[in-house]
């Protein structure tokens, strides 16, 4: 039978514990001492962790003094120590020396190697116990799973192998299947509002069931709009490090949403033709996209709405003036805009579009991805588009966990531990 190992992947103690005494009840056989955890709370949290009765792994990612490494983890209570694949030989040796002296295992993990059979055929000459085949987690912001490299290692690998990298409860049966003897899964358990059920669900899955994740999936880079529809504009401002957010851009109407790309649009103040050009040569589901002036007098309305509508655009937004807005809601069109006027200007058709403009204080070219909601728009440039859509993913699935934390009589600042980190004077 597979093994289940549960990367804590946290930086406070208090949680990890929390979580892996759940994930024990939902059959979690190993516990992961995850490398965040340890360089925050150090060795006391895998002699913590011990105490729960499951074997510990001590993900140290050693890539220097290898015995030194294993030697500190196995004396805090670690059963197995995590060095890379990428380390020279001879810390993979001393490492392996050392675990040998104090009665502990050493598992290679295979995280940017760029020959992976070649290395676990190494590596496992040196004597390791475990070889784990692992996409990291930026990797997996682009959707990319570690199955590929998991055959390749099968393939030559006398031990035991382990797959990681971003595996719910829908993948679980394909790892078993593929053959991994070791299933490893953080964030769709740590960051599980149940994690008792998140963990039962795997070790099905595990067994052979056939599972419907309820964890969310790494969306591909066809798949941005779904993707983008099921977060914040907030989640993706988390995301981006507090970058994108448009300044002084509101909705006109409430509960609305859009995503799409963008075509920009750059006019005089007042001068409405080639915004309403800009309808013609969009594509459904793009975001038209406008630089106006200072909005003293609307480059968008009624009219213009119910042409956009038609055309089946995602959404307008506007660093101008708009009126009609008591029809605009009535039509159901996302319209975000800076200022709500009621006289027009006139079409003289200066100004361009398919340029790069500025809206909200953001730099908007076309094809970048915009995102609209309640609280404002964000503008994510198209290059960063997949990676972006999934962090915002895994930011809300954070903060899902975090609130059930909440609701069950803790408060924020004591779920994070906040006076801890704050910096010290």
Known sequence: MAILQVALDLINAHRAIEIAKEAIRGGADWLEAGTPLIKSEGMDIITELKKLGRRVVADMKTMDVGGIEVEMASKAGADIICLMGVASDETIKEGVRAARRYGTEVMVDM????????????????GVDYI?????IDEQMKARNPFSMLEEVLEVAGVPVAVAG???AGMAKEAVE????????GGAIIKAENVVEATSLIKKGMEGVEIKS?????????ELVK?????ST?????AMHNRGAMRDISPVSEKTRMAGRAITVKTMDGDWAKVVEAVDMAGKGDVIVVEAGEGKRAVWGELATWSAFKKGIAGIVIDGGVRDIHIIKKIGLPVFAKKVVSEAGEPKGYGEIGCEIMCGGQLVRKGDWIVGDDNGVVVVPKEEAHAIANRAINVMERENRIREEIKRGSTLSKVLNLERWEVKR
């Open 111 to 126: 995280m940017n190697v760029e020959d992976v059979r070649k290395r676990a055929e190494e590596v496992e000459k040196m």
């Open 166 to 168: 971003g595996i719910n």
């Open 132 to 136: 784990c085949v692992h996409t990291s």
């Open 214 to 222: 309820k964890s969310f999936k790494k969306y591909g880079a066809h």
């Open 227 to 231: 993707a983008f529809s099921l977060v």
């Open 178 to 185: 593929r053959g991994a003897s070791i299933v490893i899964v």
């Open 234 to 238: 907030c989640n993706i401002c988390d």
